[in-house]
């Protein structure tokens, strides 16, 4: 699979990244909501993975940009907070992710039960393209 890693905690991304790598995906790795952005309209991706509280462009602004895509991959939200501020306002990141963006699940930021999550996110993906094949 070709996945899109937006973290800008370098020891955690380079985390996730070698466990993919180790799976044998093609992974790609950026620092920022607005470089992904970039990547995400230039490329195309089977699954994204993201941070929430970033420098230049938070997963929010992320995702609100993969939803003006068709078809946008699945996403893989994560934090170490449920509650998520920006622009002044709170965001129940449990509650209102899956709300507000159909493609994206959320997942409290634990390692190393984050690398199963990931495992399994990535398996049902697989799982339903085979099944819409």
Do not use: C
Not at 17 to 28: A, F, I, N, P, S
């Amino acid at each position: 699979m070709n996945i899109l890693i937006t973290e800008d905690d370098k020891r955690l991304a380079n985390s996730i990244k070698t466990y993919l790598d180790e799976k044998g995906h093609d992974v790609q790795h950026y620092l920022s909501g607005a470089e992904a952005g970039n990547a995400l309209m230039n490329n195309s991706y089977d699954a994204v993975i993201t941070d929430m509280q970033m420098p230049r462009g938070s997963g929010l602004y992320l995702l609100q940009f993969a939803s003006a895509v068709s078809n946008p991959p699945p996403f893989y939200v994560h934090s170490s907070e449920n509650i998520f501020y920006e622009e002044g306002r709170s965001i129940d990141l449990e509650n209102d992710i899956s709300k507000y963006f159909e493609f994206a699940i959320f997942r409290s930021k634990k390692i190393p039960e984050v690398f199963q999550e990931i495992q399994k996110w990535l398996d049902d993906i697989k799982e339903n393209d085979r099944a819409t094949s």
